[in-house]
């Protein structure tokens, strides 16, 4: 059942790798060892397709379970420590439910721990699954470039290729977030293609956006419209729909951009609905974001004042995570439009 859930997962199928999970509990009854392996895939299965608030119960509800049988770092039956994984999951969770800080803080300590274990794989897990995204999520560079040198280095020394090749796509991100845009297009245009050709479908949509957004900065919009489309379009079909806000962010940013005729108003409607997708999830930080790229185009359209009952509610609900890149930036926002 574990194989087949990653085999569908790794292919892109969330919604078939969820059903499986559902029926293997049915079929194995309560509180067995094998129960408890399809909850923790259950939990990761919904948060792939953007239901956060059921991704976080399940796998909150699974790490409160005795450590006993779950925690068998060296169970060559699964290969991975299990509880370093969900925590990586649950750190993700946190970040989009808009607590920057506490996710940032559990993905370090699973790094920590994971390093503790002296196990390959489970350290390999928590860097691609928490540690590197959401440092780049929460805009520490040095953070970002910490893990992913880790990353690059410790899968190399273990052949693991596709958390390898994972690793290449953040090391080109953040040649683009530190300003080399042209080098890291490249080789961000390199190592997607990678993770498709070794048919690894998780995540690949987000490295999509990104790599469509990176066009963009890069004055290749029509590329970075088409890139951004087919992003869509591909989460559309796998139903890893878990950052789909931000993708509809990303697409409003190129209209704006592109600067065609009706350009603004179609931008205006994707940032509406990233942020109806956001809210629908209960994804606060995509919404963050959203609401703040709407008012950026509100303000240059002359409605400050849409602008800012649009953005002042949203920046009013966070409790943390006030040092964070996408906190700065609305914070400036907000002061050019008081």
């Known amino acids: 059942m574990w194989g087949l859930w990653i085999y569908h997962s790794n292919n892109g199928e969330f919604a078939t790798a969820l059903d499986l999970a559902q029926k293997s509990i049915a079929e194995e009854g309560v509180d067995t060892i094998h129960s408890l392996a399809g909850e923790r895939i259950i939990g990761l299965s919904l948060h792939y397709l953007g239901e956060q608030s059921s991704s976080r119960r399940q796998i909150e509800s699974v790490l409160r379970r005795p450590v006993d049988p779950l925690h068998q770092p060296h169970d060559l039956s699964f290969a991975i420590d299990h509880r370093i994984t969900l925590r990586a999951f649950l750190a993700r969770i946190l970040w989009l439910q808009g607590f920057p800080d506490q996710a940032m803080r559990m993905a370090k300590e699973n790094v920590e721990e994971a390093l503790a274990l002296n196990h390959a794989l489970s350290l390999a897990n928590a860097l691609v699954q928490a540690a590197c995204p959401i440092a780049f999520f929460t805009g520490d560079l040095v953070a970002a470039e910490h893990f992913v040198c880790m990353l690059l280095g410790h899968s190399t020394k273990h052949a693991l290729g596709p958390w390898h090749a994972w690793g290449r796509c953040f090391e080109a991100r953040l040649l683009i977030k530190r300003g ?16 498709r050709d070794i048919g690894h479908a998780v995540y690949y949509v987000a490295f999509m956006g990104e790599l469509a957004e990176a066009l963009g900065w890069a004055g290749q919009t029509a590329r970075g419209l088409v ?18 806000a931000e993708l509809l962010r990303i697409k409003a940013e190129l209209l704006v951009l592109q600067g065609a005729s009706g350009a603004e108003r179609a ?6 609905q990233s942020l109806d997708w956001a809210r629908r999830q209960g994804a606060l930080s995509w919404e963050f974001r959203s609401a703040t790229s ?45």
């Not at 080399?180 to 993770?195: K, M």
């Not at 931008?267 to 509406?272: D, I, K, M, N, V």
């Not at 509610?313 to 926002?333: H, I, M, N, S």
């Open 294 to 338: 709407l008012a950026r185009l509100l303000r240059d359209q002359g409605r400050s004042a849409d602008a800012l009952a649009l953005l002042q509610p949203v920046y009013d609900r966070f409790t943390e995570g006030f040092a964070t890149a996408d906190w700065q930036q609305a914070k400036r926002l907000l002061e050019q439009l008081t």
């Open 227 to 244: 890139t951004i489309d087919e992003a869509l379009a591909r989460s559309e079909r796998s139903k890893e729909r878990w950052c789909v």
């Open 267 to 272: 931008a205006e409607e994707h940032f509406r």
């Open 180 to 195: 080399d845009i042209g080098t890291g297009l490249q080789r961000l245009s390199t190592a997607v293609s990678g993770l």
